[in-house]
Structures are given as C-alpha cells and as structure tokens.
C-alpha cells in the first residue's frame, strides 16, 4: 500500500509539473516550506514558496537564522542553550527541562576546536555525550521536526541562554537580546551586519535578494548544473530595503558571476546553488499541494 501511494504522489507531482505550461484560470494559491541546516553549520534555513494556479511562483524567500554560536552569552567550553523541541525531554517532570533540548558548548579537539553538543538530563544532573560528532547541534538540526521549531523559536523569541547547577535550569536573556551581526536572527534582515558589503564582496542581503529574484523567475532550472564566469562589470546600486547599513560605493564590481544555462544571475556568492536548490525542493512541495487540492 505505502508503494501505491508513493507511485501515486510522483504521479501526480509529474503531472503537475508537465502542466506548468499551460494556463489555469484558477485563482488558489498553494504554499509550502523546506527547512533544513544551511551547508556551512550552525544556521537554521527556511525557504518558502508560494505558486498560482499555473505553478507560476507569485512568493519565493528564504530565511536563515543564526544559530547558538550568533546569539549565546559569552561563547566559550561551558557555555548552555536551550531550545524548544518537540521530541526531546517529553516525559521529564520539570517544565523547564519538558519539549526542550540543550546544547553544550564543547572543546572537543586539542587545538581549540569547539562544537555545539546535546546536553542531557540524569538523575542527578546534566551530562555531556560521549558522542560529540554524532550529537551535535548541526546534526540533531537535519531533523526538519527539530529544524522547523528551531525556526518558530527565533519568530517566538524562546531561544535562550541558561545556566545549569544540577537538575536547576535558570534561564537567562533570549537570543533576541543576546545576538549580535546588528540584532538580527535572520542573516537578510535590511538591518542585520552579517557580511556587510566590501570591496569584493555583494555582501549577503544583495547577494539573498538577487538569489530570491532569479529562483522566482525560474524555479525549475537545472540550479545543480550552474556555473560561474569572471566578472568585472558588476553593478551595485543601493537599495536601503534590502541593506539599510551597506556602503555600496565601495564595490569594485568585480566577481565571480553564478550563471544558469547560459544566462547571468547576478548573484555572486559561494552559496547561490544550495539556496536555489532548497527553494526548488519548497516550490516542487507546493506544486503537489495544489495537484492534492491543499490550497491556502
């Protein structure tokens, strides 16, 4: 029966897709999100795509939030966080300790290597795991369960510091008080700092928006076969509601241009495939939704 149902589902995404050329007079629109761990750790992505009745995109962004290391209190070996989380804790008596999980700050190498560990509760205290690698907060992140409330934690602001003294958890400020890059969880906030623009570098927020501009415009492009070509025309012009704080003029225009099948994207950072991509999978999920009739 699960392999009748899966035959089924691809059927219908198939045909969903192959109908995308031609026209609908339908007036629903379908949405969908894919979470996921950004590629280079510790940040929590969430792309969302949202199509019209011809599979059009009328919506497309991604968020990725900051993860414990952007927003702890005073980072070093030690150092505690909590985050709400649906599978962890679930039978503990302590409301403080139930639905949440805790991640541990850990040298875990002799040459100052650190990693965000689970942090777990016994009968008379916390512990560290034994497994650092196999529980990390990266790791424990590809769950989309875990994913997906880590990203209604930033938009809630329950993301917290504590400290820990036995089975006691003293909760501290939020990540909304504590996360540094100008305030802001979401790396493309208009006023976030994270990798401002320089004189070799778009910067993040326009390197996002142009991502966020070419994906809309072609959501089904091989984005795995992109390519990149030097460039020494490109051109910067400020735009305060993508990046309030940036100082374009001192933008050399000069870069490696992400291309896709032949045509310019504009975007030039390192990260241009995985953003699409995660993008693509949310509008191929949004594109079922509207085939089974799950409209917004």
């Known amino acids: 029966m699960k392999k009748l149902y899966m035959v089924a589902l691809i059927l219908v995404l198939t045909g969903a897709l ?3 050329g031609g026209r609908s007079e339908n007036n629903a629109t379908a949405t969908a999100t894919k979470f996921y761990v950004a590629h280079q750790g510790a940040y929590i992505g969430e792309a969302t795509v949202t199509i019209n009745g011809n599979n059009e995109v009328v919506a497309a962004s991604f968020a990725e939030y900051h993860g414990p290391d952007g927003w702890v209190v005073n980072p070093g070996d030690g150092a505690v966080v909590r985050v709400p989380d649906p599978l962890a804790n679930t039978g503990h008596s302590d ?3 139930r639905g949440y999980m805790f991640y541990i700050y850990n040298e875990v190498g002799e040459n100052g290597e650190y990693m965000w560990s689970q942090y ?3 009968a008379n205290g916390f ?3 034994g497994r650092h690698w196999q ?3 990266d790791g ?10 880590y990203a209604q934690a930033v938009k809630d602001d329950t993301l917290v510091t504590v400290t820990i003294d ?3 958890v003293t909760v501290g400020p939020t990540a909304s008080e504590t996360v540094r890059y100008g305030g802001q969880m979401d790396k493309a906030h208009p006023e976030s700092t994270y990798m401002a623009v320089r004189a070799n570098s778009l910067g993040y927020r326009y390197n996002h928006a142009r991502n966020v501009e070419f994906f809309a415009s072609n959501p089904m492009a091989n984005y795995a076969a992109a390519t990149q070509q030097r460039r020494e025309d490109l051109e910067l012009v400020a735009d305060p509601s993508i990046d309030a704080n940036a100082d374009v003029s001192v933008y050399e225009g000069v870069g490696n241009e992400w291309m896709v099948a032949d045509v310019r994207t504009g975007a030039t950072w390192s990260d241009f495939q995985h953003y699409t991509v995660e993008m693509q999978e949310a509008y191929k999920l949004a594109v079922a939704r509207m085939a089974l009739g799950m409209v917004d």
Do not use: K, Q, T
């Open 135 to 137: 529980r990390d907060f």
């Open 120 to 122: 777990s509760p016994g």
């Open 140 to 149: 424990m992140m590809s769950n989309p369960i875990r994913s997906a409330a």
């Open 95 to 97: 409301p403080a300790i």
């Open 127 to 129: 512990s560290r795991p």
């Open 18 to 20: 192959a109908f995308a």
């Open 166 to 168: 036995g089975l006691n």
